[in-house]
Nanobody, 126 residues
């Protein structure tokens, strides 16, 4: 069965950096598109970044462009979210998600994804 496990969250001061990892098992990552989402308390789960199955194409929500970088290492079945210049408003639980993809397509809505990790907390203090 497919399993996604996030790690790398924590507490950081504003302006700092964190690198989230998402380790996948039960799938061949080169056939899956991946996304990162986040959910703050009392809010919906929002799209953050997405990457196609090969890693050639990425897409970001406007609020993180220039600060976050999504990447993947298909040989390791692992995906990453490098987060720089963090702001208090980035505080949330971050989730990685995956879905099988035939083409080089990225997906930006929760309903597009079939598999989810358990989430990792990111807290940015001011």
């Amino acid at each position: 069965q497919v399993q996604l496990v996030e790690s790398g969250g924590g507490l950081v001061q504003a302006g700092g950096s964190l690198r989230l990892s998402c380790a996948a098992s039960g799938l061949t990552s080169s056939t899956y598109a991946v996304g990162w989402f986040r959910q703050a308390p009392g809010k919906e789960r929002d799209f953050v970044a997405a990457i196609t199955k090969s890693g050639r194409i990425t897409y970001y929500t406007d609020s993180v462009k220039g600060r976050f970088t999504i990447s993947r290492d298909n040989a390791k079945n692992t995906m990453y979210l490098q987060m720089n210049s963090l702001k208090p408003e980035d505080t949330a639980v971050y989730y990685c998600a995956a879905r099988r993809s035939v083409s080089e397509t990225y997906y930006i809505t929760t309903m597009n994804y079939d598999y989810w990790g358990q989430g990792t907390q990111v807290t940015v203090s001011s």
